[in-house]
């Protein structure tokens, strides 16, 4: 069965559908700033037949064997591989992604489906001793019930798999909320749902803004909230689900820190620093978001950097399949990037390339920008950037360079380039992160798990870590008689 491509509608309860109301909000090319269709805004009403289809599909669903569950997430991985140029060019056209970066997204997100299939029959309770004689206790690992995954734009698809893979293997049922800026995905990808024939009310997927997702934390009928966002919407989601004490998990922001340590091999460091920064234009939480150079090196890092930082190319990437770096989500996430660069350049900060947006464009771009002289209480050095700007301080010890990275109220991701092991150790054990990289660009493996400290967030995702996100437990005390 072929995918429509035209058909833009909500996924309730196995059915296709427009809000109730019939109300729609536009969806914007960040690469032409021009209306590429229009998306349903769900109700109120929309909501509560979502969350009540979910719950209901719940009290079967559970029951059915893993094994089979994860039957559906082969399919799913299967169909997503067989529509990949699909899926990659939504993804270029409403995130403004380039294409090799679309296409592995798919390819990952495909991945991650199979993957979570794999713990069918590994995932696992427990039986621990009693202090009583004739007396067993067992705890049992079951399905929290209905999972809310509010989606961030960045990710579109992804972020799909990271929410739906794991809630659907251990026996949940969700209700999704993509975002308002890159919706097409997720609906395009609920045809695979009908293809594979899934029971109607597994998966739901809603169209909204973001009130849409508070009514969804807000819910009663909801058992967990998984967001990934900033963290203003984490804190939001956070107050709402606390109504009714639901379980959270928070994916949220970054301001990951690229240490450079004296011996570091420069050519790598820089690859791989500049793929962190640019990747999706710098919209991605775990990038590096700032750098700190040892003395001794900075002169010879601030050549290569520019040099690297300079030679990225950007542009509309459906109609230059070439370009190393699309557009910005928004015009309003545009101002936000330029706003932050004038402020530092006001700081006492120096521009070294880029710093500004680029007017002949029609879309939401801003020049590859590397940024010297900061200090660690600038805004730049503290606030998430979510733009291709790399602001670089100096340090002279691993102390101080430890101090500066933990300066921060975040800790998703962090770096460090060195080749002495004593160096590389000391920083692990001492960085206040969820995640640090040695001597490579800063994206995770699905294997892993993906959480982050302060405000970065609570619990985390992918790997076996990030199935118990989806597990609640149970336990049991038995007792019998012997004498039988």
């Known amino acids: 069965m072929s995918l429509k491509l035209d058909q833009y509608k909500m996924y309730i309860d196995g059915a296709f559908v427009d809000a109730s109301n019939g109300e729609t909000f536009d969806n914007i090319n960040p690469s032409t700033a021009e209306v590429l269709n229009q998306i349903p805004k769900a109700t109120e009403k929309d909501l509560e037949r979502a969350l009540d289809a979910a719950n209901r599909a719940q009290k079967e669903w559970k029951h059915v064997p893993s094994a089979e569950r994860a039957e ?50 590994k995932y696992e ?5 009693s202090d009583r004689p004739n007396e067993n206790i ?48 997720a609906l395009i990808f609920a045809q695979l749902l009908e293809q594979i024939n899934l029971p109607n009310g597994v998966v739901n997927i809603l169209t909204g803004d973001r009130s ?29 689900a606390a109504k009714n004490i639901t379980k959270v998990s928070l994916e949220l922001g970054g301001k990951a820190p690229s240490v450079v340590w004296k011996d570091a091999d420069l050519d790598l460091t820089v690859k791989s620093i500049v793929d962190s920064r640019v990747i999706n234009t710098g919209q ?42 699309g557009p910005l989500i928004t015009e309003s996430g545009l101002q936000s990037v330029a706003d932050k660069v004038e402020q530092a350049k006001k700081d006492g900060a120096r521009v070294l390339t880029g710093g500004n947006k680029d007017n002949s464009k029609a879309g939401y771009f801003f020049e590859p920008t590397v940024i010297v002289d900061t200090k660690n209480d600038m805004q730049i050095m503290q606030e998430e ?32 380039f060195t080749n002495d092991t004593n160096v590389m150790m000391k920083f692990i054990n001492n960085m ?42 149970t336990v049991a005390y038995i007792d019998y008689d012997d004498k039988v």
């Open 138 to 185: 067992l705890i049992f690992k079951k399905p929290l019930g209905v999972v809310a995954g509010i989606l961030p734009w960045n990710y579109p698809f992804f972020l799909i798999a990271r929410k739906v893979a794991p809630a659907l293997l251990t026996g949940n049922t969700t209700v999704i909320k993509p975002s308002s800026s890159s919706p097409n995905n």
């Open 72 to 121: 559906y997430l082969f399919k799913i991985s299967d169909l997503i591989l067989e529509n990949k140029e699909t899926f990659a060019k939504i993804i270029s056209t409403e995130v403004g992604k380039v294409n090799a970066q679309a296409i592995g997204e798919v390819e990952a997100t495909a991945e991650y489906f199979k993957y979570y299939a794999g713990w069918a029959r």
């Open 432 to 473: 206040d992160a969820g995640e640090v990289y040695v001597n490579r660009e800063s994206f995770e493996s699905i294997q892993g798990f993906h959480a982050g400290w302060k405000k970065s967030g609570i619990g985390g995702a992918d790997g076996r870590h990030g199935l118990e996100e989806f597990l609640a437990t």
């Open 125 to 129: 309770g427990e039986i621990i001793p």
């Open 212 to 240: 849409l997702g508070s009514k969804l934390a807000e819910s009663s009928k909801v058992d967990l909230v998984s967001i990934t966002g900033s963290v203003g919407a984490g804190q939001s989601v956070m107050e709402a």
């Open 385 to 416: 950037v979510f733009g291709p700007v790399l602001p670089i301080g100096t340090f002279s010890t691993l102390d101080e360079a430890l101090e500066m990275a933990n300066d921060s109220e975040f800790g998703l991701t962090s770096a460090i």
């Open 284 to 325: 991605v939480c775990n990038c590096t978001e700032r750098v700190y150079v040892h003395e001794d090196i900075k002169e010879a890092f601030y050549e290569k950097i520019t040099e690297a930082m300079s030679a990225v190319t950007y542009g509309n990437p459906i109609e230059d399949g070439s370009v190393g770096m």
